[in-house]
């Protein structure tokens, strides 16, 4: 790729791109969508990233503006760094665009309404099937699992000394014990203190561990925000498969709140008995518990969740059938549960889609 090619791109929001300029957008067009379907595990991870940032970058330019606009103050420059930070982000859009198609997953995904490039190519990103044998691996690495707390370093301190005793070297029993209690796998820690901390087991490193987040930030912004943001602004449409789960279950919980059936939650949380800090007395949710309800934040959140985590068994079945090319096992809750016993199939899967299959995926993977 030519650097004049490069060099030319960026314009003048105010000026018509000259046909040298346009032939340039066309040939980055084209070679960023090649280097696109190049894109593997970290590589897409740090686009994936690259691209909300740029994102956040450009929104706090469109507030200046706007603030600028208000005070009548000049903001030609400001402008023209929005619009080269479009020019940016529809560059990495077009990678990760090609990135998506790329792959019989991505197809899938893009199948969903709701769905188009950003979304999955996050959760194609980060998500390695390998590492996942069910779908609640992935719900702990998306921070879905209510199970599974951040530990404060205060916090984790006392647990790491109240478990070590006056022993001065950690050993393997210890860390079972600890992950135990955070409700976390040894053998993550133990990685955990391999890879960042050099695997020097000491008991400072291992208080880093237990504190150390056991989710992925970027993973849960996009299923806990972005996802769930975008699968419920689809009600109007009539194949939102999962928008209808949002609206079903959020009417169910409301139907459920008049009644009353929430009163003991209310009262455990008013109490702080569920290991949550009690709501101020001057917030709505307060008021609402102190009925014996739920609020309405926490009616929506739940509504949103059991959606979300649907959502994501199903993208564990597809990418686990991909992947294995046989049947993904059942989700544990059928299996266990009496009271659950309705399977919920993926929609538009199995279906022949075109593209790639994990295992080129992940052959390639860093």
Same mark, same amino acid.
């Not at 600890?178 to 960042?196: D, G, P, S, Y």
């Not at 919980?253 to 009690?278: I, M, Q, V």
């Given at each position: 790729?030519?650097?004049?090619?490069?060099?030319?791109?960026?314009?003048?929001?105010?000026?018509?791109?000259?046909?040298? !300029?346009?032939?340039?957008?066309?040939?980055?067009?084209?070679?960023?969508?090649?280097?696109?379907?190049?894109?593997?595990?970290?590589?897409?991870?740090?686009?994936?990233?690259?691209?909300? !940032?740029?994102?956040?970058?450009?929104?706090?330019?469109? !507030?200046?503006?706007?603030?600028?606009?208000?005070?009548?103050?000049?903001?030609?420059?400001?402008?023209?760094?929005?619009?080269?930070?479009?020019?940016?982000?529809?560059?990495?859009?077009?990678?990760?665009?090609?990135?998506?198609?790329?792959?019989?997953?991505?197809?899938?995904?893009?199948?969903?309404?709701?769905?188009?490039?950003?979304?999955?190519?996050?959760?194609?990103?980060?998500?390695?099937?390998?590492?996942?044998?069910?779908?609640?691996?992935?719900?702990?690495?998306?921070?879905?699992?209510?199970?599974?707390?951040?530990?404060?370093?205060?916090?984790?301190?006392?647990?790491?000394?109240?478990?070590?005793?006056?022993?001065?070297?950690?050993?393997?029993?210890?860390?079972?014990?600890?992950?135990?209690?955070?409700?976390?796998?040894?053998?993550?820690?133990?990685?955990?203190?391999?890879?960042?901390?050099?695997?020097?087991?000491?008991?400072?490193?291992?208080?880093?561990?237990?504190?150390?987040?056991?989710?992925?930030?970027?993973?849960?912004?996009?299923?806990?925000?972005?996802?769930?943001?975008?699968?419920?602004?689809?009600?109007?449409?009539?194949?939102?498969?999962?928008?209808?789960?949002?609206?079903?279950?959020?009417?169910?919980?409301?139907?459920?709140?008049?009644?009353?059936?929430?009163?003991?939650?209310?009262?455990?949380?008013?109490?702080?008995?569920?290991?949550?800090?009690?709501p101020d007395k001057s917030t709505e949710a307060f008021k609402a518990y102190k009925e014996g309800m739920l609020p309405k934040g926490e009616i929506d959140g739940r509504a949103r969740r059991i959606m979300v985590k649907i959502f994501t068994s199903h993208l564990h079945q597809v990418m686990y059938e991909d992947y294995h090319e046989r049947d993904a096992?059942?989700?544990?809750?059928?299996?266990?549960?009496?009271?659950?016993?309705?399977?919920?199939?993926?929609?538009?899967?199995?279906?022949?889609?075109?593209?790639?299959?994990?295992?080129?995926?992940?052959?390639?993977?860093?």
């Amino acid at each position: 790729m030519a650097k004049s090619a490069i060099g030319s791109v960026f314009f003048d929001p105010d000026e018509q791109p000259s046909v040298e !300029q346009y032939d340039a957008l066309s040939t980055l067009k084209r070679d960023i969508k090649n280097v696109g379907l190049q894109l593997r595990g970290r590589e897409a991870r740090y686009l994936v990233d690259t691209h909300y !940032q740029q994102q956040d970058v450009r929104k706090r330019l469109g !507030q200046r503006i706007l603030a600028a606009e208000k005070f009548g103050e000049p903001n030609a420059l400001l402008r023209h760094l929005y619009a080269n930070q479009l020019v940016i982000e529809h560059q990495s859009e077009l990678g990760l665009g090609a990135f998506v198609r790329n792959w019989k997953v991505g197809r899938w995904m893009q199948s969903i309404v709701g769905l188009n490039v950003l979304i999955p190519a996050a959760l194609l990103a980060y998500i390695d099937i390998r590492c996942a044998p069910t779908a609640g691996q992935i719900w702990r690495f998306a921070g879905l699992d209510p199970g599974v707390r951040w530990w404060s370093a205060a916090k984790a301190k006392s647990l790491v000394k109240d478990v070590m005793g006056k022993d001065k070297k950690v050993t393997d029993a210890h860390m079972a014990e600890l992950a135990k209690r955070v409700n976390r796998k040894a053998r993550n820690l133990q990685n955990l203190i391999k890879t960042v901390y050099a695997g020097k087991r000491t008991q400072e490193n291992v208080i880093k561990a237990v504190s150390s987040r056991p989710w992925s930030a970027t993973l849960k912004m996009v299923c806990c925000g972005k996802l769930a943001t975008s699968f419920v602004r689809q009600a109007h449409h009539k194949d939102a498969y999962y928008s209808h789960i949002y609206y079903a279950r959020k009417e169910e919980f409301e139907t459920r709140n008049e009644h009353g059936d929430y009163a003991e939650y209310a009262k455990r949380r008013l109490a702080g008995d569920d290991g949550k800090t009690p709501p101020d007395k001057s917030t709505e949710a307060f008021k609402a518990y102190k009925e014996g309800m739920l609020p309405k934040g926490e009616i929506d959140g739940r509504a949103r969740r059991i959606m979300v985590k649907i959502f994501t068994s199903h993208l564990h079945q597809v990418m686990y059938e991909d992947y294995h090319e046989r049947d993904a096992p059942k989700p544990w809750i059928l299996e266990k549960d009496p009271r659950h016993t309705q399977f919920i199939a993926p929609p538009n899967w199995p279906r022949d889609f075109p593209g790639k299959r994990l295992k080129e995926f992940y052959g390639a993977a860093t």
